[in-house]
């Protein structure tokens, strides 16, 4: 039966849930209390260190199973001074490889996706097997043989699929992914995000460092002064868990009103809207505001039942309306729900500490029934294949535009420059991290553990 919870702090979603529960508050860890310099969110020092001893060596969200479903297939990912090309293999699997030509180093795919027989380089011409092995040299025979005895291919590093998701790592030496990651087995692939498509990608240039895009996203803090409009919706108190390795998860509870509401009985247009999303009636509900989000629960428990969706089977009552907001160190978070996921990967510039990209990915699992829609917290724009059909272009946005990812987000941009250009002031002595920042404290502590060569 589902509990309905309480709002307060600290926030527990289900002090019921059994000790094997992924919803279950995690034990404490215990990441002290030191204030960091602010130096690490805007010195070129701090970020050549992470260039040199954080990025080379851990796995990187790289791309998705579902983009590159047939044998062929490939994609890129940029990520600072790299390219990176992931191709779908004959046997199914999935290689990386640095997405750079062994012969004069020219850059092997040009475009973002394609599908091809093998990789010719733009440059003269070289070829290579979708698995990374040389296939041709133009004009063989005008090389010394001692030169390209060796059949120099593509360079190909650690590459790991996990539910659906595609990670790579440079360091040859890395741990596997799954010991790396933190969470717990199922956690990710409960969501089966191979049965979803990316149906809306927006890649966005902010002024800011990366982390102090992860700061931002990582906690609910700053939802009552930034993002009020959310109040009607949602608590604003989290449960914060963190996990080995870096790696934390915030337990958003939706369907409900904050705490910080005077009226928690009546339903509003916010809740009614909720109600609806989820595919109810809201004229047919008669209990109060508090009863909303087990209402939703029971609502979409019946409706995965009806549509013989068996992975809802595995979800807690809670992930069925809360956003399970998960981080994966260093910097990804997904917004976890059964019908969808929202990626987003913070992105450092290659050379400016003070810019970072921010790279958005939702993902959406198509059930073809009336009932069942896109929820709205998507913030899909009208008139997008949800079907997976098509695979959206990525849209770019240059530094100064707005996103346009849905008014909350977009809040989040008009805030994030202006942080940045205050944690350089002289006046500011560096963050101060209450309890429900406590994931934010955790992902920097794991991030000196590389710097400092302790991992
Ligand atoms: S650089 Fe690729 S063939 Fe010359
Ligand atoms: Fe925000």
Redesign the pocket.
Known sequence: MAINIKAGWPLEVNPNAPAHSLERKQPAIDDGLDIPHPSRYYSSEFMEKEWRHLWPRVWLLAGVVSDIAQDGDYTTFEFGPESFLLARQADGKVKAFYNV??????R?ALNERGSVEQFT??????QFACDGKLKT??DENTFNPKLIHHRPGLTEIRCEVLGGIIFINMDGKARPLREYIGLPAGYIENYEIDKMNVVHHVRSEWAANWKTGVDAFYETYHLAFVHPQTQTVMEDFSQYDLYPNGASRMIVPLCMKSHRVGDQDSVDAGLRFMMQDAGMDPDGYKGNAQGVREAVQQSKRARAQRLGLKHYEKFTNGQLTDSWATGLFPNVQMGMHPEGVFIMRFVPHATDPEKFTYDTMIMYRHVDDKDYTVPAWMGLPAGIDVTGQTRPNIKHVPLGQKPELGEVLDQDSDLLPVVQQGIKSRGFRGPLWSEQETRVRHYQREIDRYLNDEK
């Open positions: 030509c062994p012969h004069r180093g020219n092997i380089c733009t440059f003269h011409g070289w040299i133009t």
